[in-house]
Structures are given as C-alpha cells and as structure tokens.
C-alpha cells in the first residue's frame, strides 16, 4: 500500500460546481498536512495547509481526519482557473521531517 | 521577497554522466528539499538540507548527493546517471521548519539519453 493516495481522476466538472477529493495516509505519525495546485508543466505552489480543526480559504476548505487517516480538499463554485492537478502532502517527523506527495488529482472545469 | 530559483531549466546529458543542479532559497528560508517528479507522478522527495546538513532523505541511491552552502543555496549531485534519471528536478525551500510549509522553485527538466 502507498503511503499517500490518491485518486488521480481526472474530475470533470462544469464552472460552478462543488468538488471533493480525498487524500489517504498509512503512517499514523504523520504530523502536518497540506494540498498543493500543480499546473501544466508548472511547479507546485501551496495552495493550504491542513489543520486539524479544519480550515477555509475563501472557497477552498480543507479538512484532516486522524482516525480514519484521511484530508479532504473541498472547492466550492469552480473555476476555470481551478483546473489543476492537486497534491496533497503528509509529512511525517522523526527528527527531520519527511514530507510525501501523493500522485495528485487531475481537475478539469469547464464551461 | 526573492523567490526560489534553479539553474538550468533544462539540461540534456547522456547515461554515466554526471550532472550537478543548483538551487538558491527564498530569503530567510534555511532548509532546502530536492524532488524528482517523473511524468504523471507527484514530487519524489530525495532529501532535506537545514542550515548545512543532511535532514531526512528519501529511498533514493547514494549516487544522489547533496549539498547546502552557508547562504543556504544548494546543489545537487547526481552521478553515473541512468535513463530512468530523466524527470523534473524540483527544489523547495521553507522558513518553518515545524510544519514544512514548502516554496517550490521552476525546476530543472533532466532528459538522461
């Protein structure tokens, strides 16, 4: 088993539209969670860090589950603009942090 | 604020080479991470440098080195190169070491023939 998974889609939309994806871990000392926006032949750029609580960023809201080992990223009235593959990140401490990527989730808004 | 930034955006070598990325962090970041991020994949992570030494390291062989200069700039060293060395070389550099909350520079596209 992987140690992050995730569903790589692609998730085809309409704009306006509410979408979820999920991002699963296996190691339950994993520490800090994050998704990152990964365009088309692009670096990865930080779109939110996970806390446990839940956090939102305007449309964006993020959510961890530590019993069920699982982050959700939730998109609320898509966007063109929020086609993008999407990492979710798990780092993992033990001394030094060992961060993981998952494969990433290809989502396609369109018109 | 400078962001992160890699050197060369692309770089043609051929097998059993050896070939050496360059990285500078963002301003006021002191640890560094390198991935590999082969097509259709997420980022690979090889390893972390934080103020001058190695800091965690992924299944990558030895043959990957690294290293980080007082200024926090960082190289990375990869020899006898092999095909399945082609990929995306990316470098990251974060301030908050605590939560790791990365930056991610343009990377490096290493074709291996």
């Known amino acids: 088993r992987k140690e992050v998974e995730q569903d790589p889609g692609p998730f085809n939309v309409p704009e306006g539209a509410t979408v979820a994806f999920n991002c699963t871990y296996s190691?339950?000392?994993?520490?800090?969670f994050f998704w990152y926006r990964q365009d088309c032949r692009k670096e990865p750029k930080l779109l939110m860090s996970v806390y446990s609580s839940g956090n939102e960023d305007g449309r964006f809201t993020a959510q961890l589950n530590r019993a069920s080992q699982y982050i959700s990223l939730l998109i609320r009235d898509s966007k063109l603009s929020d086609s993008a593959t999407y990492l979710c990140v798990v780092n993992r401490s033990g001394g030094s942090y060992i961060p993981t990527f998952g494969r990433g989730t290809s989502l396609i808004v369109h018109p | 604020e400078t962001g992160v930034t890699q050197s060369p955006t692309h770089l043609i070598k051929t097998r059993g080479q050896q070939v050496t990325l360059r990285c500078s962090s963002q301003?006021?970041?002191?640890?560094v991470s390198w991935y590999q991020q082969a097509l259709g994949q997420g980022p690979q992570f090889i390893f972390q440098?934080?103020?001058?030494?190695?800091?965690g390291r992924g299944n990558f062989p030895p043959r990957f080195s690294g290293l980080q200069f007082p200024n926090y700039s960082s190289e990375l060293n990869v020899n006898a190169l092999e095909l399945d060395d082609s990929a995306l070389y990316l470098c990251a550099s974060s301030g908050k070491r605590e939560r790791n909350e990365q930056f991610f520079g343009p990377g490096t596209r290493l074709t291996v023939l």
């Open positions: 301003s006021g970041h002191n640890t």
């Open positions: 190691n339950s000392a994993s520490q800090s």
């Open positions: 440098y934080y103020r001058e030494e190695e800091n």
